[in-house]
T-cell receptor
Framework: GDSVTQMEGPVTLSEEAFLTINCTYTATGYPSLFWYVQYPGEGLQLLLK?????DKGSNKGFEATYRKETTSFHLEKGSVQVSDSAVYFC???????????FGKGTKLSVKP | DVKVTQSSRYLVKRTGEKVFLECVQD?????MFWYRQDPGLGLRLIYFSYDVKMKEKGDIPEGYSVSREKKERFSLILESASTNQTSMYLCASRTGYGKETQYFGPGTRLLVL
């Protein structure tokens, strides 16, 4: 079945460091891909999405490109801030009922 | 902005109690979802609903039931709470099907003693 695999955390970076969180997927067809973020004590918020191959989603300095050839949707940010500390979830819409399928999440901690 | 609200942020219940978790969305979305979130396991789908009075089992429905009597409200019911149901519960909604974004509530952290 459809699935999402993302790098395990936790990831600890210093402020202004470059961030990459890897995400690969297995799916039939061409699913929409998402990154959600969960700040401490809160629910999930949509960070960015891409709906077709080669699309680049971007928001708040974060970017991810839908790579069909490598079935990947890696999240990147050029310069992280302390306020980016959160758990990041990669997800796709798939399965027989078209629901969100999540990776297990990657916890990011950014130190000043 | 889409708003999904959940009735409680924190709940403490005793084993065997019947527990109701309420979720309300204000954007006339057809689809609503209940997930539980556990460390190391990510989010797992419990139940979802495509429309009023309709429900479908997700990946882990055992020990749970749901109710959707009105379009804006989706309730998760733990008929007899057990300690292994201690978790964070997240509600979400979306319009339509396929590529649409899901919007999440703030979550309810449930502790079953």
């Amino acid at each position: 079945g459809d699935s999402v695999t993302q790098m395990e955390g936790p990831v600890t970076l210093s402020e202004e460091a470059f961030l990459t969180i890897n995400c690969t997927y297995t799916a039939t067809g061409y699913p929409s891909l998402f990154w959600y973020v969960q700040y401490p004590g809160e629910g999930l918020q949509l960070l960015l999405k891409a709906t077709k191959a080669d699309d680049k989603g971007s928001n708040k300095g974060f970017e991810a490109t839908y790579r069909k050839e490598t079935t990947s949707f890696h999240l990147e940010k050029g310069s992280v801030q302390v306020s980016d500390s959160a758990v990041y979830f990669c997800a796709l819409i798939g399965g027989s009922q078209g629901n969100l399928i999540f990776g297990k999440g990657t916890k990011l901690s950014v130190k000043p | 902005d889409v708003k999904v609200t959940q009735s409680s942020r924190y709940l403490v219940k005793r084993t065997g109690e019947k527990v109701f978790l309420e979720c309300v969305q204000d954007m006339d979305h057809e689809n609503m979802f209940w997930y539980r979130q556990d460390p190391g396991l990510g989010l797992r789908l419990i139940y979802f609903s495509y429309d009023v009075k309709m429900k479908e089992k997700g990946d882990i429905p055992e020990g749970y039931s749901v109710s959707r009597e009105k379009k804006e409200r989706f309730s998760l019911i733990l008929e007899s709470a057990s300690t292994n149901q201690t978790s964070m519960y997240l509600c979400a909604s979306r319009t339509g099907y396929g590529k649409e974004t899901q919007y999440f509530g703030p979550g309810t952290r449930l502790l079953v003693l």
